[in-house]
T-cell receptor
Framework: SQELEQSPQSLIVQEGKNLTINCTSS?????LYWYKQKYGEGLIFLMM?????EEKSHEKITAKLDEKKQQSSLHITASQPSHAGIYLC?????????????FGGGTRLMVKP | DAGVIQSPRHEVTEMGQEVTLRCKPI?????LFWYRQTMMRGLELLIY????????DSGMPEDRFSAKMPNASFSTLKIQPSEPRDSAVYFC???????????FGQGTRLTVV
């Protein structure tokens, strides 16, 4: 079965600093989803990457997919306290398996004002 | 749109009791997913419905777990009998088509004592 490993597991950064979260798959990636979760709440969709080399940005968050490395990265520029939360990557186990996602263990981000 | 609605938000029950979790997907969505989140195992897919039909239930842990989707606007996840190790946050998600982004509910925090 597919496994997704996220690094780091937790991260504390000073407000205004940049940071990167990585998600590495044990198998071929057929797309990669990034979600954010705040404690006690559901998951909020951030971005979906479907093709190797694809890069998407939303506000100050950029995600890239490297199919060859079976890896995705999420980069936050000029972090803010509102970015705090748990970031989860998820991937379908097969081509066209859509939202039948296997998730990584999450990266807990804290942003110090 | 109200989003994916789950009820109850919190449930505390005694071991051996039957527990029913409810989900109302976003109107018009034809794919529905049940996930479970624990500290030990992270976020795991339990079952996936498409057009009210269970497509993949390989993630359902035991026969004690059952899920139904009697119509397009309602789904239940039942645990009978419940055990302390079932304690987790259970999420329901829906999407318009399997490959589209999934919207998650707020989750039901289940505690079995």
């Amino acid at each position: 079965s597919q496994e997704l490993e996220q690094s780091p597991q937790s991260l504390i950064v000073q407000e205004g600093k940049n940071l990167t979260i990585n998600c590495t798959s044990s198998k071929t990636l057929y797309g990669l989803y990034w979600y954010k979760q705040k404690y006690g709440e559901g998951l909020i969709f951030l971005m979906m990457l479907q093709k190797g080399g694809e890069e998407k940005s939303h506000e100050k968050i950029t995600a890239k997919l490297d199919e060859k490395k079976q890896q995705s990265s999420l980069h936050i520029t000029a972090s803010q306290p509102s970015h705090a939360g748990i970031y989860l990557c998820g991937a379908p186990p097969l081509f066209n398996a859509g939202n039948m996602l296997t998730f990584g263990g999450g990266t807990r981000l804290m942003v110090k004002p | 749109d109200a989003g994916v609605i789950q009820s109850p938000r919190h449930e505390v029950t005694e071991m051996g009791q039957e527990v029913t979790l409810r989900c109302k997907p976003i109107s018009g969505h034809n794919s529905l997913f049940w996930y479970r989140q624990t500290m030990m195992r992270g976020l795991e897919l339990l079952i996936y419905f498409n057009n009210n039909v269970p497509i993949d239930d390989s993630g359902m842990p035991e026969d004690r777990f059952s899920a139904k989707m009697p119509n397009a606007s309602f789904s239940t996840l039942k645990i009978q009998p419940s055990e302390p190790r079932d304690s987790a946050v259970y999420f329901c998600a829906s999407s318009l088509g399997q490959g589209a982004r999934a919207f998650f509910g707020q989750g039901t925090r289940l505690t079995v004592v």
